[in-house]
T-cell receptor, first 117, second 111 residues
Framework: DGGITQSPKYLFRKEGQNVTLSCEQNLNHDAMYWYRQDPGQGLRLIYYSQIVNDFQKGDIAEGYSVSREKKESFPLTVTSAQKNPTAFYLC????????????????FGPGTRLTVL | QQQVKQSPQSLIVQKGGISIINCAYENTAFDYFPWYQQFPGKGPALLIAIRPDVSEKKEGRFTISFNKSAKQFSLHIMDSQPGDSATYFCAASGTASKLTFGTGTRLQVTL
């Protein structure tokens, strides 16, 4: 059963802590993405990766870090430098990130809801 | 900056009515225009997509209308149902560019 999995579904963080959100895909997609969604808001791109061992900052990368050591995995770390991390985090993947057309179509995971206590 | 402008921000439609959501883009290099549907607490899912070589694409009750000269495209939901109540995002991309999303439209279909 192919798809994107995110874990955990819910995550609680104390102020000053770093937390890591997991994203795994078995679609054999080259590109992966992390988005943040605040209540009633759109999708804001945090980081994306078009190939293993390479990633680029999105629109709101400050306070976040990522790694892409394996094609199927793209974990996101929310660091203590992120001042307002409470949000819904979405991971996505696409066949690739630059060939255009349906190759750019993104498939989303179920999301992780992060709450700062 | 590549932008996709989406309107309205929210929409209330009676059951059986037509829901219309509009998007406009700036980058003439965009060549793929998908629409995503998101239910509360879930990830967005692809609903329907269009390429600029056609002016309309229909899948069931969902239709995309595309106006290349105006750089606009819209989603029409015919015979809207309460189960269609969700947030809808338009998006656009081109060769060598990732998807750019609109800001979303929250649709509520009332009985």
């Amino acid at each position: 059963d192919g798809g994107i999995t995110q874990s955990p579904k819910y995550l609680f963080r104390k102020e000053g802590q770093n937390v890591t959100l997991s994203c795994e895909q078995n679609l054999n997609h080259d590109a992966m993405y992390w988005y943040r969604q605040d209540p009633g808001q759109g999708l804001r791109l945090i980081y994306y990766s078009q190939i293993v061992n390479d990633f680029q900052k999105g629109d709101i990368a400050e306070g976040y870090s990522v790694s892409r050591e394996k094609k199927e995995s793209f974990p996101l770390t929310v660091t203590s430098a992120q001042k307002n991390p409470t949000a819904f985090y979405l991971c996505a993947s696409s066949i690739d990130g630059g060939s255009g057309g349906p190759y750019n179509e993104q498939f989303f995971g179920p999301g992780t809801r992060l709450t700062v206590l | 900056q590549q932008q996709v402008k989406q309107s309205p921000q929210s929409l209330i439609v009676q059951k059986g009515g037509i829901s219309i959501i509009n998007c406009a883009y700036e980058n003439t290099a965009f060549d793929y225009f998908p629409w995503y549907q998101q239910f509360p607490g879930k990830g967005p899912a692809l609903l329907i997509a269009i390429r600029p070589d056609v002016s309309e694409k229909k899948e069931g009750r969902f239709t995309i209308s595309f106006n290349k000269s105006a750089k606009q495209f819209s989603l029409h939901i015919m015979d809207s149902q309460p189960g269609d109540s969700a947030t809808y995002f338009c998006a656009a991309s081109g060769t060598a560019s990732k998807l750019t999303f609109g800001t979303g439209t929250r649709l509520q279909v009332t009985l």
